[in-house]
């Protein structure tokens, strides 16, 4: 096959990996917002307008959630779809599909395009990279066939089958990509305490979280002393945290009359579960977020910061920095040297590189609070309800305290802006913006300081 040229003008532009990584978002994401900025994506044959179409491009390509207008009624079939291809496209990674169409093309891959994969796909090497991402298409198309059938044979009875197999398509590819997009404007709260619909689609976002690198170690080893350390923390952190999820939400909600109040006992204890799981980043609800009690808002914030794991659907700042926070404080306040966990020692190098996701990450969602407590002023006032939202958007989940529909021109934009940094990742972004990197020829002299 001939070798094709790449003209002079893109060689100049110094294309680093992360910045091709943040030109795979942003592309898709400006054709997506002029796709259904078009009348026929509106349901009335009229444009929803650019800022609410943008909105909704950034939030289905970076699989948030948070819409302006409601999917199911303002947006047509073919509106639907253009978000359901941003959903897939974002939750999977552009450079999944490159991998695919280079293969079918029988297109040689080189070792440049295997590290920009490794980054993309957040794997520790860039061996076997292809393979991985191959993999992540097969299992994606696995588990969110088997979701699709099972939620279209759940609604057959109620909304007949052709609209019954549109339906379970959409929200198994929405619930997969933690994306959180549904078609009913109320999201998930007519199955409150449906066991299948619970079940189903918890079960998809939660797989979609754990990460690709995760399922294919479960895969291939089956035993846990088999499993990779980082496999290990994945799963001790996402069931930990699924586990406090659901008993804390469904405790502190168990006095609120406005959320469990009218719920019987099975609904409330589903109830509970659903809320307690999805805040990692999956962004559906089954009850009202806004009639949630401050605590319980506020706990949910904690769960959305720290997201789902590291190449995932999810977002956030990643289990597995979250852990390496926990344990480099745990060996701080022991006095050790080394922060080991499981028998094993994690290099200094994963620990800096934590604290800075985590540091860049507040820094984010705090700049957005302030910039949201400017322009949303005096219409929404509410501190915790303007902290959630910047949550959720970084975190990219997609849930609300009935705010995001209510926002104005500026504050739009603010969001807009923070699930971008939110998908792409504090420090791919940091690293696409800056310029290259140069070696130290020389070292200051050490020196101390007190802390704390």
């Keep these: 096959m001939p070798k094709i040229k790449i003209p002079l003008f893109v060689?100049?532009?110094?294309?680093?990996?992360?910045?091709?990584?943040?030109?795979?978002?942003?592309?898709?994401?400006?054709?997506?917002?002029?796709l259904l900025n078009l009348p026929f994506s509106s349901s009335t044959g009229?444009?929803?307008?650019?800022?609410?179409?943008?909105?909704?491009?950034?939030?289905?390509?970076?699989?948030t959630g948070l819409v302006v207008i409601d999917t199911g009624s303002d947006f047509s079939?073919?509106?639907?779809?253009?978000?359901?291809?941003?959903?897939?496209?974002?939750?999977?990674?552009?450079?999944?599909?490159?991998?695919?169409?280079?293969?079918?093309?029988?297109?040689?891959?080189?070792?440049?395009?295997?590290?920009?994969?490794?980054?993309s796909a957040n794997a520790v090497t860039p061996q076997g990279?292809?393979?991985?991402?191959?993999?992540?298409?097969?299992?994606?198309?696995?588990?969110?066939?088997?979701?699709?059938?099972?939620?279209?044979?759940?609604?057959?009875?109620?909304?007949?089958?052709?609209?019954?197999?549109?339906?379970?398509?959409?929200?198994?590819?929405?619930?997969?990509?933690?994306?959180?997009?549904?078609?009913?404007?109320?999201?998930?709260?007519?199955?409150?305490?449906?066991?299948?619909?619970?079940?189903?689609?918890?079960?998809?976002?939660?797989?979609?979280?754990?990460?690709?690198?995760?399922?294919?170690?479960?895969?291939?080893?089956?035993?846990?002393?088999?499993?990779?350390?980082?496999?290990?923390?994945?799963?001790i952190t996402s069931g930990f945290l699924c586990l406090a999820g659901f008993l804390i939400v469904f405790m502190i909600e168990l006095f609120n009359s406005r959320t469990f109040?009218?719920?019987s006992w099975k609904e409330k204890i589903w109830a509970g579960y659903f809320q307690g799981v999805v805040t990692r980043t999956a962004g559906f609800n089954s009850i009202d977020i806004g009639a949630m009690l401050p605590a319980t808002q506020f706990f949910m914030i904690f769960l959305m910061f720290i997201g789902a794991s590291s190449g995932s659907t999810g977002g956030g700042i990643?289990?597995?920095?979250?852990?390496?926070?926990?344990?480099?404080?745990i060996a701080t306040v022991k006095g050790s040297t080394d922060v080991q966990f499981l028998k094993k020692r994690i290099p200094q190098?994963?620990?800096?590189?934590?604290?800075?996701?985590?540091?860049?990450?507040?820094?984010?969602?705090?700049?957005?609070?302030?910039?949201?407590?400017?322009?949303e002023y005096p219409e929404h006032n509410n501190f915790l309800a303007l902290l959630f939202e910047a949550t959720s958007a970084f975190g990219t989940v997609g849930m609300s305290m009935n705010l995001t529909a209510g926002l104005s021109d500026a504050g739009?934009?603010?969001?807009?802006?923070?699930?971008?940094?939110?998908?792409?990742?504090?420090?791919?972004?940091?690293?696409?913006?800056?310029?290259?990197?140069?070696?130290q020829k020389y070292r200051y002299p050490e020196d101390k300081l007190l802390i704390g």
């Design 46 to 63: 009229e444009s929803v307008g650019w800022l609410n179409a943008l909105f909704t491009s950034t939030s289905a390509i970076c699989v």
């Design 129 to 235: 990279v292809v393979r991985l991402s191959l993999n992540i298409f097969l299992i994606s198309i696995i588990v969110e066939t088997v979701g699709a059938v099972i939620l279209a044979l759940r609604w057959a009875g109620e909304m007949g089958p052709a609209r019954a197999i549109y339906y379970g398509v959409f929200h198994s590819i929405s619930a997969f990509n933690n994306a959180g997009f549904a078609l009913w404007p109320d999201s998930l709260s007519r199955f409150v305490g449906d066991p299948l619909i619970n079940i189903v689609i918890s079960l998809l976002f939660i797989i979609g979280g754990i990460g690709f690198i995760v399922i294919l170690d479960l895969y291939r080893k089956r035993r846990w002393r088999d499993l990779s350390l980082h496999t290990k923390i994945v799963l």
């Design 318 to 329: 990643k289990t597995t920095t979250f852990t390496v926070l926990l344990l480099s404080i």
């Design 11 to 34: 060689r100049n532009l110094n294309l680093t990996s992360s910045r091709i990584i943040f030109l795979g978002f942003a592309v898709p994401l400006i054709v997506g917002a002029i």
């Design 261 to 263: 109040g009218t719920l």
């Design 77 to 119: 079939h073919f509106g639907q779809i253009v978000i359901l291809f941003l959903i897939q496209l974002g939750g999977l990674g552009f450079m999944t599909y490159g991998v695919l169409i280079a293969v079918i093309m029988g297109r040689k891959i080189g070792l440049k395009e295997r590290m920009l994969i490794q980054q």
């Design 349 to 375: 190098e994963i620990v800096f590189r934590a604290l800075a996701v985590m540091t860049i990450s507040m820094g984010v969602v705090l700049t957005a609070t302030f910039l949201l407590t400017i322009t």
């Design 412 to 439: 739009k934009c603010i969001i807009i802006i923070t699930m971008f940094i939110g998908r792409l990742g504090p420090l791919t972004l940091a690293f696409a913006l800056a310029q290259k990197s140069v070696k």
